[in-house]
């Protein structure tokens, strides 16, 4: 149940939420994998089934030791659903597919959030219009100010790009006769040598005033909801609604947006906030989740959120940081060649 955090300084009530110690995301798939055959999936689900076991034990074992022996150390686990770039599939069959080959891996699932209730998710009253969810991360995010800067090139809230140091002169106006030396990219916290990155966080298409949010973004926004940081006038947003019986007949809706941003899908699940994340992820995500740190370093979040995290951190006994990044763990899967799906068409009946 949440209970009320008011600032010193403020007028606005920030409410805080109930957490676990650690939230462990156990894997993502396209929405091409899932709509798709079993096999690839379930070979998956088996390799992550012993990694889950054996990063949530670590987990308890951490944390009661930290809090010198007391074990009533929270995990919780949860899965991430791409129906923002493809939401043309019937949830009332992704799902309880997933669903089952999740059970019969082994793994006992928590939550399922959706991708595209990460760009925008109702109020939990629904008193209103749906929150903007991205719109509203998105102005929490402050680049860093450049050397120099000529103001050539649009701000990163304009453009939407971000950087984690100096663009190259390519950037700047040449000529002809321009016979200046080029200037290379560098990263602001270098050491030695520089690792770049620049960032889409979002795009329009000419003429378009709409927004389209991109994938490291949508992330970003996710792991901000898995670290119980995002507020909207104070207020929790996108907490967990229970759909415990998905396997029912009209348990789900025929439409992604229909469902709730982030599902309750077993009874007894400790909280889906946590002060910690770790995200077993297949290795092609790496590009993605060093946006998502960059970006996350990037976010300003309201000092009154800072204060409850802190206040329910040192009743855990849980070290706090303020740098979110630092509150995100990954484990890549290497790549292996998976199981190549069998032809319905030979497949004789009731095999």
Same mark, same amino acid.
């Given at each position: &149940?949440?209970? @009320?955090?008011?600032?010193?300084?403020?007028?606005?009530?920030?409410?805080?939420?109930?957490?676990?110690?650690?939230?462990?995301?156990?894997?993502?798939?396209?929405?091409?994998? %899932?709509?798709?055959?079993?096999?690839?999936?379930?070979?998956?689900?088996?390799?992550?089934?012993?990694?889950?076991?054996?990063?949530?034990?670590?987990?308890?074992?951490?944390?009661?030791?930290?809090?010198? /022996?007391?074990? +009533?150390?929270?995990?919780?686990?949860?899965? %991430?659903?791409?129906?923002?770039?493809?939401?043309?599939?019937?949830?009332?069959?992704?799902?309880?597919?997933?669903?089952?080959?999740?059970?019969?891996?082994?793994? =006992? !699932?928590?939550?399922?959030?959706?991708?595209? /209730?990460?760009?925008?998710?109702?109020?939990?009253?629904?008193?209103?219009?749906?929150?903007?969810?991205?719109?509203?991360?998105? +102005? &929490?995010?402050?680049?860093?100010?450049?050397?120099?800067?000529?103001?050539?090139?649009?701000?990163?809230?304009?453009?939407?790009?971000?950087?984690?140091?100096?663009?190259?002169?390519?950037?700047?106006?040449?000529?002809?006769?321009?016979?200046?030396?080029?200037? @290379?990219?560098?990263?602001?916290?270098?050491?030695? $040598?520089?690792?770049?990155?620049?960032?889409? &966080?979002?795009?329009?298409?000419?003429?378009?005033?709409?927004?389209?949010?991109?994938?490291?973004?949508?992330?970003?926004?996710?792991?901000?909801?898995?670290?119980?940081?995002?507020?909207?006038?104070? =207020?929790?947003?996108?907490?967990?609604?229970?759909?415990?019986?998905?396997?029912?007949?009209?348990?789900?809706?025929?439409?992604?947006?229909?469902?709730?941003?982030? &599902? =309750?899908?077993?009874?007894?699940?400790?909280?889906?906030?946590?002060?910690?994340? !770790?995200?077993?992820?297949?290795?092609?995500? !790496? /590009?993605?989740? $060093?946006?998502?740190?960059?970006?996350?370093? $990037?976010?300003?979040?309201?000092? /009154?959120?800072?204060?409850?995290?802190?206040?329910?951190?040192?009743?855990?006994?849980? +070290?706090?940081?303020?740098?979110?990044?630092?509150?995100?763990? $990954?484990?890549?899967?290497?790549?292996?060649?998976?199981?190549?799906?069998?032809?319905?068409?030979?497949?004789?009946?009731?095999?």
């Amino acid at each position: &149940m949440s209970s @009320p955090f008011r600032e010193a300084t403020a007028s606005t009530r920030v409410e805080r939420v109930s957490m676990s110690h650690v939230s462990i995301e156990i894997g993502h798939f396209s929405m091409e994998e %899932l709509a798709n055959g079993e096999a690839r999936i379930a070979a998956q689900l088996r390799r992550v089934a012993p990694l889950v076991r054996v990063f949530a034990d670590n987990a308890r074992a951490e944390f009661a030791e930290a809090a010198g /022996g007391h074990s +009533d150390v929270r995990v919780s686990t949860c899965f %991430l659903v791409d129906d923002y770039f493809r939401g043309d599939t019937d949830p009332r069959v992704i799902l309880p597919k997933f669903l089952r080959l999740v059970e019969q891996a082994g793994i =006992q !699932l928590d939550y399922v959030g959706r991708e595209s /209730g990460c760009a925008r998710v109702p109020l939990r009253d629904n008193s209103s219009s749906p929150i903007e969810l991205a719109r509203v991360v998105a +102005d &929490m995010v402050v680049a860093a100010p450049l050397e120099n800067y000529n103001g050539r090139r649009p701000p990163t809230s304009e453009l939407g790009w971000l950087s984690n140091g100096r663009r190259s002169s390519d950037d700047e106006p040449s000529y002809a006769t321009d016979l200046r030396a080029y200037v @290379p990219p560098k990263e602001h916290a270098a050491r030695n $040598h520089s690792v770049f990155l620049d960032v889409e &966080m979002w795009s329009r298409k000419p003429g378009d005033e709409e927004i389209f949010w991109s994938c490291p973004f949508l992330a970003s926004v996710w792991q901000l909801l898995r670290l119980g940081m995002v507020r909207y006038i104070g =207020q929790p947003v996108a907490e967990p609604v229970k759909i415990i019986d998905w396997a029912a007949e009209n348990a789900l809706p025929d439409r992604w947006d229909l469902l709730p941003t982030v &599902m =309750q899908v077993r009874e007894k699940a400790a909280p889906f906030a946590a002060f910690q994340s !770790l995200s077993i992820l297949p290795k092609r995500y !790496l /590009g993605i989740e $060093h946006s998502v740190q960059q970006i996350l370093d $990037h976010v300003n979040i309201e000092s /009154g959120v800072h204060d409850v995290y802190e206040l329910l951190a040192r009743q855990n006994n849980i +070290d706090v940081t303020r740098n979110l990044s630092d509150r995100l763990a $990954h484990y890549f899967l290497p790549t292996y060649k998976t199981p190549p799906e069998p032809d319905p068409a030979v497949l004789s009946p009731g095999r």
